[in-house]
């Protein structure tokens, strides 16, 4: 690497470095550019300097400017200046180099060339490792294909034989990194604020959303405002949403989120669309023993009881007579919007009366009358 070799950069430096030693991680405010190499200040008496092309794009520009600050890993000091790295494996780099970013637990550099039995391999400074499945990603690697052909910055874990066996772990490096966005992430966020995520995962039971190095959940409940039966059907991985942080329990490590609260609740306005008495066209969405649900319009549901279903004669399942995905044309009849509820009928449905007239049922000839009855026990009396 340079004019020191990796086993004397273990030795202690002088108070006016801060007595950084070789793999401290730090960060340092980028103070100047010139030629090839950045000039950073790192909080000691002397200049820091950092290779340009560790902080290059893909099309060969430069991602910081005077005045950024980076995450950089301290590696020697030579003739008077700090020299540090974000990484090794991007240039030339030896075994011994590698050998010692394992102890120092500098990150390095690999690209990713294949899959094989358990993992895959991975070039590293010209030479061949290997990451596991479980060590590849934070999340469960299920398209081992997105991976190869791309580059990573990973920590070399195991180093033997010098050199020939090495195993690599991209997962500690972006563990380190979601731990530090957490503790910024703890300062800056609130409940109740609108933050933007990606969507990481789909379950029955909700979807989780990274919004910015920890993962949220949005359960099933909070995707949308009316009944949401499958996630898919809203949400897919990779996609970018806005959510509403809805609690922050970070000793637990849970943040519940919300997406339909990023919308505006349709509720807010049912008295006004959909008055009593007033008939509009829905479609019948699920069923229940006690009756038909019919959406109005995405998250207004009403309830078509099973009483008025089946035009006069008695039904036992609302399915004899409507089916799921048929229109309707319906009439309001009550509406609750504390409880969310509305009530429906068929647009040609007349109630009955609550009460009928009583009419006595006439009397058999074949029947006793009260009279006769009370003679008859009163003869049954005498003869006891």
Known sequence: MSDETFADLFQDKPASRKNLQPGNRVE??????????????????SEGILGAAELRNEAGEL???VGDRVIVFFLAARNGEMVFTTRLGSGQTSSRELEEAFHSGIPVEGKVTGEVKGGFSVTVAGQRGFCPYSQMDVRRVEKPEDYIEKSFAFKIIEFGSQGKNI????????????????????????????VSGTVTSIRDFGAFVDIGGVDGLIPISELAWGQTDRVEDILSPGQQVEVVIKRLDWDKDRISLSLRETTENPWDKVAEKYPAGSIHQGRVS????????????TGIDGLLHISKLGAGRRIHHPREVVEVGQDLTVKIESIDVGQKRLSLAPEDYVAKESAEEYTPPPIS??????????DLLKSQIKKK
Do not use: Y
């Not at 195993?167 to 609108?194: C, F, T, V, W």
């Not at 699920?286 to 319009?297: D, N, S």
């Open 63 to 65: 991602t910081v400017a």
């Open 365 to 374: 000839k074949e029947s006793p009358s009260m009279g006769t009855l009370g």
């Open 286 to 297: 699920r069923m229940a023993a006690f009756g038909a649900f019919v959406t109005l319009e």
């Open 28 to 45: 340092a405010t980028v103070v100047g550019m010139s030629g090839e190499n950045i000039f950073l200040d790192a909080g000691g008496k």
């Open 167 to 194: 195993i690599l772990s991209a997962r500690a490096i972006q563990e380190e990194q979601r731990q530090q966005d957490r503790e910024q992430l703890k300062e800056r966020l609130a409940e109740g604020m609108q």
